[in-house]
């Protein structure tokens, strides 16, 4: 499958970007969890998105690169990650998160990246070098969990 990768503040989103990014994350964290939640958090706008588009223009795979001092007071943070179901457990996932740590160090400099990761996909981040604070909660009622990410030097 032949995929494009984009990387875009919010100022540099097209509405048709942004409104396909919000049908996406809507269409998974809201419909197939059967989670309600407020989508629109306002964080978007200062925001970076990692877009990931399929061979024919669709966006099948999002997540935003959160600055520092907005989800976290000191570090980066990644977030609303999201993979359209049709082509989940092909990788592209683990190239999603690649991409946001890479872009992360490359914008934020050598900074610990902090997530707020569903208890269930901890292995997942786990295996991107990301390590639990043993931090535990539930977020809209599904389990989280606070991880860490921090670069070589």
């Known amino acids: 499958m032949h995929l494009e990768w984009q990387i875009k503040h919010y100022s540099e989103l097209t509405l048709n970007e942004f409104h396909d990014i919000i049908a996406l994350r809507i269409n998974v964290f ?3 969890q059967d989670c309600p939640y407020p989508e ?18 669709n966006i099948v795979a999002t997540a935003r690169i959160v600055p520092p001092g907005i989800s976290y007071d000191a570090s980066p943070s990644i977030g609303r990650v999201v993979i359209d179901e049709s082509i989940r457990k092909q990788g592209i996932g683990h190239e999603l998160m690649n991409k946001c740590v890479d872009y992360s160090i490359i914008e934020f400099g050598n900074s610990t990246i902090t997530i707020s990761a569903q208890k269930h996909l901890e292995k997942y981040y786990g295996e991107h070098s990301f390590t639990s604070t043993g931090k535990e909660y539930l977020e809209d009622g599904i389990p989280h969990v606070e991880m860490v990410f921090t670069p070589k030097d």
């Not at 629109?40 to 223009?57: E, S």
């Open 30 to 32: 809201v419909v197939e």
């Open 40 to 57: 629109l958090d306002g964080k978007d706008k200062k925001c970076y998105h990692v877009i990931c588009r399929d061979g024919k223009g």
